[in-house]
C-alpha cells in the first residue's frame, strides 16, 4: 500500500507553534493534491489545509493566518507549519494524498495544545 509518513506532532503550551511533515513516494507526490486533515475526539474529521500539485492552497477558516501548508518537492514531503495554536487545534492529525477517485491517508499524529 502507500504510504505517507508523519511526524512532528506533540505536546504545545497555547501561542507555541509546531510542524507536521509528511513524506509521500516521488511518484505519488508528483501527481495527487496534498493536504491536512484533523479529527477531534467525538467529531467529524475536517479538512484543515490542501496544496495541488500546482501550489495553490486552500485553509478552513479557522486557520487562515495561523496555519501555512507547504510542499517540498525534492523531498516527497508536505508540511504543516502550526503557530499561535490554540486548544481548540488539539486532534489528531492526517495526512492526506487525492487525485480524483484516489485517495491515501497517514496514519495520524497526535497535537495536543494546553491552555
Known amino acids: 500500500q502507500v504510504q505517507l509518513v508523519e511526524s512532528g506532532g506533540g505536546l504545545v503550551q497555547a501561542g507555541g507553534s509546531l510542524r507536521l511533515s509528511c513524506a509521500a513516494s516521488k511518484i505519488i507526490f508528483s501527481i495527487y493534491d496534498m493536504g491536512w486533515y484533523r479529527q477531534a475526539p467525538g467529531k467529524q474529521r475536517e479538512l484543515v489545509a490542501k496544496?495541488?500539485?500546482?501550489?495553490?492552497?486552500n485553509y478552513t477558516d479557522s486557520v487562515k493566518g495561523r496555519f501555512t501548508i507547504s510542499r517540498d518537492n525534492a523531498k516527497n514531503t508536505v508540511y504543516l507549519q502550526m503557530d499561535s495554536l490554540k486548544p481548540d487545534d488539539t486532534a489528531v492529525y492526517f495526512c492526506n494524498a487525492d487525485r480524483r477517485v484516489l485517495t491515501f491517508w497517514g496514519q495520524g499524529t497526535q497535537v495536543t495544545v494546553s491552555s
Open positions: 496544496i495541488t500539485t500546482g501550489g495553490s492552497t
